[in-house]
């Protein structure tokens, strides 16, 4: 190795030997600091020492842009730094990792500024979507759809959901003031839909706040006001319920309807009291005509049983068995039937009530009244969760006893609606 002192002279002189891919100069006034001459001619300040007991060599640059002082300052820096036993090589590693780590957070932060509401809803749905219910998710997804589709059965189109007109905003722009403004609109269009669309926004908004990807631009729920709240106002109690002396026009009414699946299944929703979208998801597997029962999907117990009375077994034996559920649709994609709204709104226009479909649920419960039958077992009957520490805990009641009360109050509401019905041993029909 030779060793001169670097002046602009020589280090422009020095060329890469005959036969190297690179040879090496060494400044003799600096420890460590060399120069670089490749065969292509280029040339690099380098410096090089002993750490641990090993050769290490690093780059300072490239001889246009580094003046001969200035490498001398920065190799007698490395110097310094090797004699303490750190590596230069690594803190520049570690710089160079911090910076791309810091770029890469930006980045990120800049990309999660940009995500939209329905962006993160999708996400929240896939996440959550095994806890929920069928109804729950349906809910959900129809809040914040686009509209504009065909419905499967008519030429309508589907309506946009509450929430879809705050689908495109971003998550980062979403303020009260924003959410107050949506609800203006909504609230007069539709309240009760906003209302539920608000209830469902201000849960997913406490999830953004607690998710990591999120938590950084949702720090506050801007759901939770005491203005929307003001502005959606509150739910109108509902009351409506078939009375008595309707019995007979409604039944009536139902009877008249084309399709065998939906009239039973408007009377079996009558006669048992449960909530609409359970029994659509009724199974024929679920019905056990020869002992008289039938087990309802239940979004409180899970599963529960209750009899089968013998009108409505009637009413159930004598449906096509198109597919594995008992209230079949081959026009729908659940298979099911999904939206027997219409033929409701149609029954009561003929019939002159005015009851939805949850009202016929609330009739079950009215109409037990008059046969005195015991509030616990028609709650249990309808799937409510028990109330008080006897129920829930101490009374365990049979099938036969919710039977005995349940064949009571079916054959009172027939009686009611002027319906002749003789149940013949394992046959059952309608006398006319």
Not at 102 to 119: F, I
Not at 335 to 364: E, I, K, M, Q, W
Request: hydrophobic fraction near 40%; charged fraction near 25%.
């Amino acid at each position: 190795m030779k060793w001169e002192n670097f002046t602009a002279e020589r280090v422009a002189g020095f060329k890469c030997k005959q036969g190297k891919q690179q040879s090496i100069y060494w400044d003799g006034k600096t420890p460590g600091l060399g120069l670089r001459v490749t065969v292509t001619g280029a040339k690099s300040f380098i410096f090089e020492t002993t750490l641990h007991g090993r050769t290490i060599r690093t780059t300072i640059g490239d001889t246009r842009a580094w003046k001969i002082a200035d490498a001398q300052t920065e190799a007698a820096r490395l110097k310094v730094m090797t004699d303490q036993g750190v590596d230069p090589r690594q803190v520049e590693a570690d710089k160079t990792a911090a910076k791309e780590a810091k770029a890469a957070a930006q980045a990120m932060q800049e990309a999660r500024k940009s995500v939209t509401l329905v962006m993160a809803w999708n996400e929240y749905l896939t996440s959550r979507k095994p806890y929920w219910g069928t109804r729950h998710y349906h809910d959900h997804v129809e809040v914040m759809q686009a509209g504009g589709e065909r419905r499967t059965r008519s030429q309508k189109l589907t309506e946009p959901g509450p929430l879809s007109s705050l689908a495109p905003v971003r998550l980062v722009d979403l303020n009260p003031e924003r959410v107050n403004e949506w609800a203006k609109v909504e609230g007069k269009k539709r309240p009760g839909r906003a209302r539920l669309a608000s209830r469902l926004l201000t849960v997913f908004l406490t999830w953004c706040a607690q998710h990591p990807a999120y938590r950084e631009i949702v720090k506050s729920n801007p759901a939770q006001n005491k203005s929307l709240r003001e502005i959606l106002g509150k739910p109108q109690k509902k009351n409506d319920a078939l009375q008595r002396e309707q019995l007979s026009a409604w039944f009536s009414a139902v009877k008249q309807i084309e399709n065998p699946v939906i009239s039973a299944y408007l009377q079996a929703l009558l006669l048992t009291g449960s909530r609409p979208n359970e029994i659509t998801g009724v199974r024929w597997a679920d019905v056990d005509f020869q002992w008289g029962n039938m087990t309802i999907r239940d979004k409180m117990q899970g599963l529960r049983v209750i009899p089968l009375p013998p009108y409505l077994g009637h009413l159930l034996a004598a449906l096509p068995r198109r597919n594995e559920f008992v209230f079949s649709s081959p026009s729908a994609a659940s298979g099911h039937l999904t939206d027997p709204h219409d033929a409701n709104y149609r029954v009561c226009a003929t019939a002159g009530v005015d009851v939805t479909l949850h009202g016929l649920r609330r009739s079950f419960a009215s109409l037990c009244e008059w046969i005195e039958m015991p509030t616990g077992i028609a709650a249990q009957i309808q799937g409510h969760a028990p109330q008080g520490v006897r129920e829930k805990h101490y009374i365990r009641r049979p099938l036969d006893l919710l039977r005995m009360w349940h064949v009571k109050i079916e054959a009172w509401i027939l009686e009611e609606a002027d319906i002749q019905f003789v149940p013949m041993h394992a046959s059952l029909r309608v006398v006319a």
